[in-house]
Structure formats: structure tokens, C-alpha cells
């Protein structure tokens, strides 16, 4: 495997990974937070669809947001199947830029966010990004601890 298609496996790993932990949870917990501050399932689960889209605008503009507006935007929170179905072309489109990138893009291609105080190779901020969304994987299975609901096993 050369670092492209590995990139693209752990992408497509930590997705379905997603998936099969946000379909364990029954429709009666997608609007619990476990404080007033936090987000709800459905809301991290939106999140984490959402933040993949805008670290996609983020590297086609090579670190720049412009006046980005997401797609989401004023959008009600339905159920998993409606989040994900609004997800899939901004995926989809993801996807292909990734499978168009080669070894040189992934190492000369720089992504200057110097808002937030970063400067990456594209192959690490790709990293970053599958990275976000193992975190809310953990912080879901932790709400699924707290409220005694079974975790589904996601380490098949």
C-alpha cells in the first residue's frame, strides 16, 4: 500500500467504525447531553459529518475559510439516517480528492491556518482529520456509558 490508499483506509475504517457505534444508539437518546454545555448525540454526530466538510473547504483553499457556509446551516436535527444522507455527496466528493493525491502532494502541499497557528503538510493535517473524529467516537462511547446503554463493539 503506498501512503495515499493507507490514508484512505483509515478514512474509510474510522467512518464505518462511526457508523456502527451512532447506529447502536436508540432514537430516544439522540437529544441527550450529559450537561447543558455539551452536545447532544445528535448533535456530535452532525458535528463530526459537518467538520469533515469544512476540513475539506479548509485544504481545497489551502487553509483559508473565505465565507465559508455550511451546508448544514439552519438544517433540523431528524435522526441518524437524515444526517448521514445529507453527509454523503460532501463525503463522496472527499474521498475522490484524496484518491486523486499523490506522495508529493501529500509531503510539498501546505495548508497555512495561521488563525488558529498552524502550518501542515497535507498528509498530516489528512491525519488531523480522521483524528477529530476517533475523539467523538470516544466521547460517544462515553455517553453511552453514562447512560447505561450498550456499547456497540467497535474494535471487530
Known sequence: MNSVEIILLNF??????S???WEGIPNEFLNWRPDKKAFSIIEMIRHTLETEHLFHVIIQNRGNLGDYESPWSNLDYIDLKNELNIAIKYRKNFMTMIKAL???DLENTRI???EVGQSKNLGDYLNRIAYHESVH??????YLRILGVKRPLIWD
Request: proline share 0%; charged share 40%; no cysteine.
Open 112 to 114: 497555512e491556518r495561521s
Open 102 to 104: 499523490n506522495e508529493s
Open 19 to 21: 457508523i456502527k457505534l
Open 12 to 17: 474509510s475504517e474510522t467512518r464505518r467504525r
Open 137 to 142: 467516537a470516544g466521547q460517544m462511547l462515553s
